[in-house]
Protein backbone atom coordinates (compact mmCIF):
# COMPACT_ATOMS: atom_id res chain seq x y z
CA UNK A 1 0.00 0.00 0.00
CA UNK A 2 1.25 3.01 -0.99
CA UNK A 3 1.67 5.57 1.75
CA UNK A 4 1.00 9.33 -0.40
CA UNK A 5 -0.71 8.66 -3.42
CA UNK A 6 -0.81 11.47 -6.52
CA UNK A 7 -2.52 10.94 -9.34
CA UNK A 8 -2.06 11.45 -12.48
CA UNK A 9 2.22 11.47 -12.24
CA UNK A 10 2.07 13.42 -15.39
CA UNK A 11 -0.13 15.68 -17.10
CA UNK A 12 0.82 17.98 -20.37
CA UNK A 13 -1.78 20.23 -21.14
CA UNK A 14 -2.41 23.43 -22.93
CA UNK A 15 -2.34 27.37 -21.79
CA UNK A 16 -5.32 28.31 -20.44
CA UNK A 17 -6.63 25.02 -19.11
CA UNK A 18 -7.92 24.10 -15.68
CA UNK A 19 -6.47 20.60 -14.45
CA UNK A 20 -6.47 18.77 -11.16
CA UNK A 21 -3.99 16.77 -8.96
CA UNK A 22 -4.95 14.27 -6.48
CA UNK A 23 -3.29 13.27 -3.41
CA UNK A 24 -4.43 10.78 -0.62
CA UNK A 25 -2.54 9.50 2.39
CA UNK A 26 -3.59 6.22 4.44
CA UNK A 27 -1.55 7.41 7.36
CA UNK A 28 -4.33 8.67 9.24
CA UNK A 29 -2.02 11.84 9.71
CA UNK A 30 -3.78 15.44 10.12
CA UNK A 31 -1.45 17.52 8.35
CA UNK A 32 -1.00 17.79 3.97
CA UNK A 33 1.13 19.83 1.94
CA UNK A 34 1.86 20.74 -1.30
CA UNK A 35 5.21 21.24 -3.17
CA UNK A 36 6.40 23.05 -6.46
CA UNK A 37 9.91 22.00 -7.63
CA UNK A 38 10.91 24.11 -10.27
CA UNK A 39 13.48 23.14 -13.02
CA UNK A 40 15.75 24.41 -10.66
CA UNK A 41 15.04 21.46 -8.09
CA UNK A 42 14.16 23.97 -5.48
CA UNK A 43 11.13 22.52 -3.81
CA UNK A 44 8.60 25.34 -2.44
CA UNK A 45 6.06 24.59 -0.16
CA UNK A 46 2.50 26.13 -1.27
CA UNK A 47 0.15 24.94 0.95
CA UNK A 48 -0.16 23.08 4.14
CA UNK A 49 -3.43 21.69 5.61
CA UNK A 50 -4.01 20.48 9.27
CA UNK A 51 -7.58 18.82 10.07
CA UNK A 52 -9.20 20.06 6.60
CA UNK A 53 -7.98 23.95 7.53
CA UNK A 54 -5.57 26.07 5.44
CA UNK A 55 -2.48 26.93 7.43
CA UNK A 56 -0.06 27.62 4.97
CA UNK A 57 -0.25 29.80 1.62
CA UNK A 58 2.53 31.02 0.57
CA UNK A 59 2.17 33.82 -1.87
CA UNK A 60 0.75 31.20 -4.88
CA UNK A 61 -1.96 32.63 -7.34
CA UNK A 62 -5.50 32.52 -6.39
CA UNK A 63 -4.90 30.17 -9.79
CA UNK A 64 -4.24 27.44 -7.61
CA UNK A 65 -6.79 26.34 -5.27
CA UNK A 66 -6.73 23.18 -2.90
CA UNK A 67 -9.09 21.24 -2.19
CA UNK A 68 -9.41 18.80 1.64
CA UNK A 69 -12.76 16.85 1.44
CA UNK A 70 -11.43 15.40 4.47
CA UNK A 71 -7.93 14.63 6.53
CA UNK A 72 -7.17 12.08 3.96
CA UNK A 73 -7.35 13.97 0.97
CA UNK A 74 -5.81 17.20 -0.61
CA UNK A 75 -6.11 17.88 -4.28
CA UNK A 76 -5.03 21.08 -6.58
CA UNK A 77 -7.00 22.74 -8.68
CA UNK A 78 -5.24 24.96 -11.45
CA UNK A 79 -7.03 27.13 -13.17
CA UNK A 80 -5.88 28.97 -16.35
CA UNK A 81 -2.89 27.58 -16.78
CA UNK A 82 0.48 29.17 -17.70
CA UNK A 83 3.80 28.23 -19.25
CA UNK A 84 5.13 29.02 -15.72
CA UNK A 85 3.35 26.86 -14.10
CA UNK A 86 5.42 23.83 -15.62
CA UNK A 87 6.92 21.51 -12.85
CA UNK A 88 6.74 19.18 -10.39
CA UNK A 89 4.53 18.77 -7.96
CA UNK A 90 4.53 16.74 -4.86
CA UNK A 91 2.39 15.85 -1.68
CA UNK A 92 2.99 14.91 1.60
CA UNK A 93 1.79 14.50 4.97
CA UNK A 94 3.27 14.42 8.60
CA UNK A 95 1.08 14.54 12.09
CA UNK A 96 1.17 18.79 12.76
CA UNK A 97 2.10 20.89 15.50
CA UNK A 98 3.29 19.65 18.73
CA UNK A 99 4.38 16.05 18.83
CA UNK A 100 4.13 15.88 15.39
CA UNK A 101 7.15 17.80 14.78
CA UNK A 102 9.12 14.41 16.63
CA UNK A 103 7.58 12.39 13.68
CA UNK A 104 8.43 11.87 9.87
CA UNK A 105 6.64 13.37 6.90
CA UNK A 106 6.27 10.96 4.06
CA UNK A 107 5.89 12.49 0.52
CA UNK A 108 4.21 11.39 -2.95
CA UNK A 109 5.87 9.88 -6.17
CA UNK A 110 5.35 13.36 -7.72
CA UNK A 111 3.48 14.61 -10.61
CA UNK A 112 5.07 16.26 -13.39
CA UNK A 113 3.39 18.86 -15.13
CA UNK A 114 4.02 20.57 -18.63
CA UNK A 115 2.51 23.57 -20.02
CA UNK A 116 2.55 23.56 -23.84
CA UNK B 1 11.23 29.50 10.67
CA UNK B 2 14.95 28.90 11.60
CA UNK B 3 16.93 28.50 8.26
CA UNK B 4 19.60 26.25 7.72
CA UNK B 5 23.03 26.10 5.55
CA UNK B 6 24.59 23.33 3.34
CA UNK B 7 27.03 22.91 1.16
CA UNK B 8 25.87 22.55 -2.53
CA UNK B 9 27.61 19.58 -3.22
CA UNK B 10 29.95 16.76 -1.75
CA UNK B 11 32.06 13.90 -3.22
CA UNK B 12 32.72 10.74 -1.55
CA UNK B 13 34.29 7.41 -2.81
CA UNK B 14 31.68 4.22 -2.86
CA UNK B 15 31.81 2.30 0.83
CA UNK B 16 33.53 5.10 2.51
CA UNK B 17 31.56 7.46 5.17
CA UNK B 18 30.30 10.43 3.78
CA UNK B 19 29.86 13.61 6.69
CA UNK B 20 27.06 16.16 5.41
CA UNK B 21 27.43 19.35 7.18
CA UNK B 22 24.20 21.36 8.28
CA UNK B 23 24.46 24.44 9.85
CA UNK B 24 21.43 26.44 11.76
CA UNK B 25 22.91 28.82 14.34
CA UNK B 26 19.29 30.21 14.75
CA UNK B 27 17.95 27.34 15.50
CA UNK B 28 15.17 27.41 18.51
CA UNK B 29 15.38 24.93 21.77
CA UNK B 30 11.48 23.49 20.14
CA UNK B 31 12.95 22.88 16.66
CA UNK B 32 13.53 18.98 15.43
CA UNK B 33 16.42 18.39 13.21
CA UNK B 34 15.41 16.80 10.22
CA UNK B 35 17.28 14.94 7.25
CA UNK B 36 14.96 14.11 3.78
CA UNK B 37 16.76 12.69 1.14
CA UNK B 38 15.69 12.88 -2.41
CA UNK B 39 16.66 10.12 -5.16
CA UNK B 40 16.84 11.41 -9.25
CA UNK B 41 13.31 11.44 -10.44
CA UNK B 42 11.61 10.75 -6.84
CA UNK B 43 9.94 12.24 -4.31
CA UNK B 44 11.49 13.29 -0.91
CA UNK B 45 12.11 10.57 1.64
CA UNK B 46 13.03 10.71 5.91
CA UNK B 47 16.59 9.57 6.45
CA UNK B 48 16.66 10.93 10.32
CA UNK B 49 15.73 13.23 12.94
CA UNK B 50 16.76 14.41 16.53
CA UNK B 51 16.36 16.91 19.21
CA UNK B 52 19.66 16.75 21.38
CA UNK B 53 21.06 13.32 21.37
CA UNK B 54 22.62 11.74 18.35
CA UNK B 55 20.83 9.27 16.93
CA UNK B 56 21.24 6.20 14.85
CA UNK B 57 18.77 4.29 12.23
CA UNK B 58 19.76 1.66 10.12
CA UNK B 59 20.06 4.12 7.06
CA UNK B 60 22.26 6.92 8.73
CA UNK B 61 23.66 8.49 12.33
CA UNK B 62 22.92 11.91 13.07
CA UNK B 63 25.14 13.84 15.12
CA UNK B 64 24.31 16.86 16.94
CA UNK B 65 26.71 19.66 17.97
CA UNK B 66 26.28 20.41 21.84
CA UNK B 67 24.61 23.73 21.11
CA UNK B 68 22.61 22.75 18.48
CA UNK B 69 23.94 25.33 15.57
CA UNK B 70 25.18 22.59 13.90
CA UNK B 71 24.45 18.91 12.99
CA UNK B 72 26.16 16.17 10.72
CA UNK B 73 24.18 13.52 9.04
CA UNK B 74 26.47 10.83 8.53
CA UNK B 75 26.77 7.49 5.92
CA UNK B 76 28.59 4.42 7.36
CA UNK B 77 29.80 3.15 4.05
CA UNK B 78 28.57 5.11 0.65
CA UNK B 79 26.84 3.26 -1.98
CA UNK B 80 26.12 4.44 -5.28
CA UNK B 81 22.21 4.05 -4.54
CA UNK B 82 23.03 7.02 -1.77
CA UNK B 83 23.47 9.45 -4.47
CA UNK B 84 20.97 11.95 -3.69
CA UNK B 85 19.92 15.60 -2.27
CA UNK B 86 20.16 16.00 1.08
CA UNK B 87 18.06 18.37 2.85
CA UNK B 88 18.61 19.48 6.37
CA UNK B 89 15.23 20.70 7.75
CA UNK B 90 13.91 22.56 11.14
CA UNK B 91 10.71 21.59 12.44
CA UNK B 92 9.67 23.34 15.57
CA UNK B 93 7.06 22.03 17.87
CA UNK B 94 4.86 24.70 17.50
CA UNK B 95 4.64 25.00 14.17
CA UNK B 96 5.52 21.63 12.90
CA UNK B 97 3.09 21.64 9.75
CA UNK B 98 5.40 24.36 8.71
CA UNK B 99 8.04 22.08 7.02
CA UNK B 100 10.27 24.41 4.63
CA UNK B 101 13.20 23.27 2.38
CA UNK B 102 16.47 24.78 1.63
CA UNK B 103 18.82 24.25 -1.61
CA UNK B 104 19.91 20.91 0.35
CA UNK B 105 24.03 19.32 -0.55
CA UNK B 106 24.22 17.26 -3.90
CA UNK B 107 25.81 14.23 -3.00
CA UNK B 108 28.31 12.72 -6.15
CA UNK B 109 29.24 8.76 -5.17
CA UNK B 110 32.18 7.70 -6.88
CA UNK B 111 32.29 3.93 -7.87
Known amino acids: DTAVSQTPKYLVTQMGNDKSIKCEQN?????MYWYKQDSKKFLKIMFS???????INETVPNRFSPKSPDKAHLNLHINSLELGDSAVYFC???????????????FGQGTRLTVV | DAKTTQPNSMESNEEEPVHLPCNHS???????IHWYRQLPSQGPEYVIH???SNVNNRMASLAIAEDRKSSTLILHRATLRDAAVYYC????????????FGTGTSLTVIP
Open chain 2, 50 to 52: GLT
Open chain 1, 92 to 106: ASSQGAGAGANTEAF
Open chain 1, 27 to 31: LGHDT
Open chain 1, 49 to 55: YNNKELI
Open chain 2, 26 to 32: TISGTDY
Open chain 2, 89 to 100: ILRDWNTGNQFY
